[in-house]
């Protein structure tokens, strides 16, 4: 793997094909995602309250994640393609502008917290976990440090935190990435990219996930 950074504008090229639509006769409280479909109310501190009203939420057994910058002592980042199926669907929709469908996206490394990765130790060691898995860098736990408070990303679906850490690393001592077995992850293509040149990419659209614009921003502030 070369460290030398590359522009980010050539995506691997993914074609999606749906082989299978399980969505009939699917229960929605079975499967990695679940929907749980429940009726609230709300009590105001006033002592009022609201009318009956259904809502529904995502769930999964593993709630929070962590996002990864890693960074050089040059001022790089590590940026990875990931493949995001739901993009794909995205023509099948009324939207209100027209964009791309491009189901490839540069982000930074990320992962699922597992449910016996406690408190702030717990989130280095999923990280540690992570950047070996996803980039092939076996980082200390105790090497990566919080980026500011965890944030919401889709509140109004998900009770999901992102945890935000980052750590100075040397890409030259990378190994091949042992990933997870998915096949959202195959063909990844890894990028050492300016700081600068990723918040510019941020800013024209190269860059289309939030919690990636939100770390680079975090470590840009950290590192000035």
Same mark, same amino acid.
């Given at each position: 793997m070369s460290d030398a950074p590359r522009a980010l504008s050539s995506r691997p090229r993914v074609r999606i094909e749906v082989v299978g639509d399980r969505t009939a006769e699917s229960r929605s409280?079975?499967?990695?995602?679940? +929907?749980?479909? +429940?009726?609230?109310v709300n009590h105001y501190e006033d002592g009022s309250i609201s009318r009956r009203y259904a809502y529904d939420c995502a =769930?999964?057994? *593993?709630?929070?994640?962590v996002a990864i910058v890693l960074h050089t002592a040059?001022?790089?980042v590590c940026l990875r393609s990931s493949i995001r199926p739901p993009v *794909? /669907?995205?023509?099948?929709?009324?939207l209100p502008l027209e964009g791309t469908t491009d189901p490839t996206l /540069? $982000?930074?490394?990320?992962?699922?917290? $597992?449910? %016996? &990765?406690?408190?702030?130790e717990g989130l280095r060691a999923c !990280?540690?976990? &992570?950047? &070996? =898995?996803e980039v092939g860098l076996v980082v200390p736990a105790s090497s990566f440090a919080q980026l500011g408070p965890a944030v919401y990303l889709t509140p109004g679906l998900i009770a999901e935190k992102i945890?935000?850490?980052? *750590? =100075? +690393?040397?890409?030259?001592?990378a190994r091949a990435p042992s990933l997870d077995g998915s096949p959202v992850e195959e063909h990844a293509r890894i990028e050492w990219v300016p700081l600068d040149e990723a918040l510019a990419a !941020?800013? %024209?659209?190269?860059?289309? %996930?939030?919690?990636? &614009?939100l770390g680079l921003r975090r470590l840009a502030d950290v590192l000035s």
């Amino acid at each position: 793997m070369s460290d030398a950074p590359r522009a980010l504008s050539s995506r691997p090229r993914v074609r999606i094909e749906v082989v299978g639509d399980r969505t009939a006769e699917s229960r929605s409280d079975e499967g990695f995602i679940r +929907v749980r479909r +429940v009726d609230l109310v709300n009590h105001y501190e006033d002592g009022s309250i609201s009318r009956r009203y259904a809502y529904d939420c995502a =769930e999964r057994a *593993a709630m929070d994640a962590v996002a990864i910058v890693l960074h050089t002592a040059d001022r790089r980042v590590c940026l990875r393609s990931s493949i995001r199926p739901p993009v *794909a /669907f995205r023509a099948g929709y009324a939207l209100p502008l027209e964009g791309t469908t491009d189901p490839t996206l /540069f $982000e930074i490394p990320a992962g699922l917290v $597992e449910k %016996d &990765e406690h408190g702030e130790e717990g989130l280095r060691a999923c !990280c540690a976990r &992570e950047t &070996e =898995e996803e980039v092939g860098l076996v980082v200390p736990a105790s090497s990566f440090a919080q980026l500011g408070p965890a944030v919401y990303l889709t509140p109004g679906l998900i009770a999901e935190k992102i945890h935000l850490l980052h *750590a =100075e +690393v040397d890409p030259r001592d990378a190994r091949a990435p042992s990933l997870d077995g998915s096949p959202v992850e195959e063909h990844a293509r890894i990028e050492w990219v300016p700081l600068d040149e990723a918040l510019a990419a !941020c800013r %024209d659209g190269r860059i289309e %996930d939030i919690k990636t &614009e939100l770390g680079l921003r975090r470590l840009a502030d950290v590192l000035s």
